[in-house]
């Protein structure tokens, strides 16, 4: 028998030499170039969250506080690598026509293209044409929307635009007419009544009947469907208003406990009512941020769970990620792959179940093959070749992203203790506390968008004024005649209004006012959250240029007068051509002279001239390049340089308006835009 002798382990860190903080520091401020670290540690996220540009163990969270986040935080993990179905996340496709055979076959061309999840946003409004979704007014339409779609291993989430609880009752039709596992089904059915109220403005029926109703449907789907989900909560429409991470956290959460509420007084336990929730969040493009806002969401249901009474044997929270519809531009749309690049990787990164792209071309009501097969395959590389999928929270460990995670979780808790001491996310939508929220919270980006602080690529940084959209839309469209067949549909009445009943009722084809009867005449409103673009004001200005276009054969146009030496010009003079393009501004660049300039200026025909030189220059021939212009009549004159205090005199001078770094850029091209006339065309 021969004895064996454990080696010792080895260390990663031998060999290496021994780096302190002190010595980062000295490698930044070498780049800084006389600036010290603490000038770059003032920046703050929307939430108010301090920036700063180096993270170590030292800015980690002794207390006993900081232990119970990285308690939670293991519970969080221990949770994800407990169930099978969250290794890795779903790629999911969205879908918008309303023709259910037309969608049916690009659900089939998506799947053999790698998709696994479908989100299919549904409607019952009478004019399937218009309608944004799935015309489903029965059983049979619902049958056209699946037809040979394996929804065992293609989890569906739908997103009805009245009652889950009718689409739930066809969904569960349709299983047990095609034979079907029950509990092989997953995905969710979308009961929100609180998030289709603050979308809308309206809710058809009591808040308390839409409550107990998806209640009685999560009842049904513990003992039947259980892969199945009855609410899930959507905080889109917040995030499209203009909330920051942290409110649509707190929003999320919010609501969620309203539901587990619900639940709970319907007679559901507290775990099996966790069961039963899942959240879509929207994700943008800052990558750190979308991660700690994933990873503090996980966190925060965990720490609800825990107040809750559910300690052990949870499930994972399902947690879908969708591109959030403000960070999209209609200019340039070829950046939106970017965008959603961006998104994707760090909703992948973040810990997300599911993941939804919009395609490039979305704002442009395109329904593209080859824009649904770009996302899909940013998806399809991001899990196949870059195994981003194979690491339970990568993020974590990351001293940056655990600081960023435990300072959104912080200010998302305060948030939601607010919401709740108010009465609730309900109350607070009924009493424009939460639409104020959103509107203050879009004020204070908007200073951002206008000075380019928060620039905008091909919108308000490197503008594109040739783009030229050639895809067209190759989806199969229902005829123009097309009609509402109601030849199938029965007026058949649910025995009761109890799920298994409408079941029935819904598999002789009952008309959709029959299986809506259980609810009340009652009309719930509120105040409508205003949806916002991050890049809509700088697009409502090239929209104006396009008219002009239109009406006058080409766009609005500037003549950069340069004066002096191209190295006195050039940085200004290319600084002033994308700065006027933002607007959809062409500008002809002429470089002149004393004796030249008075030439240049007749024989070329401008809406505006932009004078652009260095300071010395403008110090000498300023003055007399005004007089010059000035007695050719010319309107607007604008400066490539900052006023300072001298802006009284200067425009005293004959200078209109001046343009620079970290101006108010917005404000800046809405005065030239008005001034030469492009907001009358």
Not at 298 to 319: D, E, H, T
Not at 330 to 336: C, K, L, P, Q
Not at 462 to 469: A, I, K, T
Not at 636 to 664: M, Q, R, T, W
Request: a neutral charge.
């Amino acid at each position: 028998m021969t004895e064996t002798s454990e080696k010792p382990f080895l260390s990663l860190a031998d060999g290496f030499k021994v780096v302190t903080r002190a010595d980062w520091v000295d490698m930044v401020e070498k780049g800084l170039k006389g600036r010290t670290i603490s000038d770059i540690s003032s920046e703050l996220t929307y939430e108010g969250v301090a920036l700063k540009p180096i993270y170590g163990r030292d800015d980690e969270d002794s207390s006993k506080v900081g232990n119970n986040y990285t308690q939670t935080m293991s519970r969080v993990r221990c949770e994800l690598n407990s169930s099978s179905k969250q290794s890795g996340w779903q790629i999911r496709q969205a879908y918008f026509q309303s023709d259910p055979e037309a969608i049916n076959l690009n659900i089939k061309k998506d799947i053999s293209g790698g998709a696994n999840s479908l989100l299919l946003r549904v409607t019952h409004e009478p004019d399937g044409i218009k309608a944004a979704g799935a015309h489903i007014r029965s059983i049979t339409d619902l049958e056209k929307l699946l037809d040979g779609i394996d929804v065992e291993s293609n989890s569906i989430a739908f997103m009805p635009d009245n009652s889950a609880i009718v689409l739930a009752s066809m969904f569960g039709a349709l299983m047990q007419k095609r034979r079907i596992n029950f509990s092989k089904v997953f995905g969710n059915f979308g009961g929100d009544p609180v998030g289709s109220l603050a979308s809308s403005g309206r809710l058809e029926g009591d808040i308390n009947e839409h409550l107990k109703s998806v209640s009685d449907l999560a009842a049904w789907n513990i003992k039947n469907m259980p892969g199945m989900r009855a609410f899930n909560i959507d905080t889109t429409a917040y995030h499209a208003a203009g909330v920051t991470e942290t409110e649509d956290l707190a929003i999320a959460m919010a609501t969620a406990v309203t539901y587990l509420r619900s639940m709970v007084s319907n007679g559901l336990s507290v775990k099996l009512a966790f069961e039963q929730v899942s959240f879509t969040i929207s994700v943008g493009t800052d990558v750190f941020q979308v991660i700690a806002k994933l990873r503090a969401a996980r966190f925060i249901w965990s720490r609800i769970a825990m107040a809750c009474g559910v300690k052990k044997n949870m499930r994972p929270m399902q947690l879908d990620a969708i591109t959030a519809t403000r960070t999209l531009s209609r200019r340039d749309i070829a950046v939106n792959m970017l965008r959603s690049t961006s998104a994707c990787f760090a909703a992948g990164t973040g810990g997300a179940t599911s993941i939804t792209l919009y395609p490039h071309t979305y704002l442009l009501g395109i329904e593209n093959s080859k824009a649904r097969r770009i996302v899909r395959n940013t998806q399809n590389i991001l899990i196949n070749e870059s195994s981003l999928d194979r690491v339970t929270d990568p993020g974590g460990g990351s001293h940056y992203v655990e600081y960023l995670t435990r300072e959104f979780a912080k200010r998302s808790w305060g948030i939601f203790q607010e919401i709740e001491a108010g009465g609730g996310i309900f109350s607070g939508l009924i009493s424009g506390e939460i639409q104020k929220m959103a509107e203050k919270s879009w004020a204070s980006r908007q200073m951002n968008l206008a000075s380019r602080n928060e620039p905008l690529t091909g919108v308000s940084s490197f503008p594109n004024l040739s783009e030229v959209v050639e895809l067209k839309d190759d989806t199969i469209q229902p005829n123009a005649k097309y009609k509402l067949d109601t030849s199938y549909i029965n007026d058949v009445n649910p025995v009761s209004y109890g799920f298994d009943d409408l079941i029935k009722a819904a598999a002789q084809s009952a008309s959709l006012n029959n299986l809506l009867g259980g609810f009340s005449k009652t009309i719930t409103t509120c105040n409508s959250l205003k949806f916002h673009r991050l890049a809509e004001a700088y697009e409502q200005l090239r929209d104006y240029s396009d008219i002009w276009l239109d009406a006058k054969g080409s766009r609005p146009s500037a003549l950069i007068v340069c004066l002096g030496l191209p190295s006195d010009y050039t940085d200004r003079a290319v600084f002033a051509k994308n700065y006027l393009a933002v607007a959809g501004i062409e500008s002809v660049q002429v470089e002149v002279g004393p004796s030249t300039l008075s030439d240049r200026v007749r024989h070329t025909k401008s809406d505006l001239i932009v004078i652009c030189s260095s300071g010395k220059v403008y110090s000498e021939q300023l003055q007399n390049t005004l007089k010059v212009i000035k007695s050719h009549g010319e309107g607007v004159i604008v400066l490539a340089a900052s006023p300072g205090s001298n802006k009284n005199e200067l425009k005293f001078s004959g200078l209109d308006l001046f343009i620079y770094a970290n101006d108010n850029m917005l404000e800046t091209l809405s005065k030239i835009a008005k001034r030469i006339g492009m907001l009358a065309v």
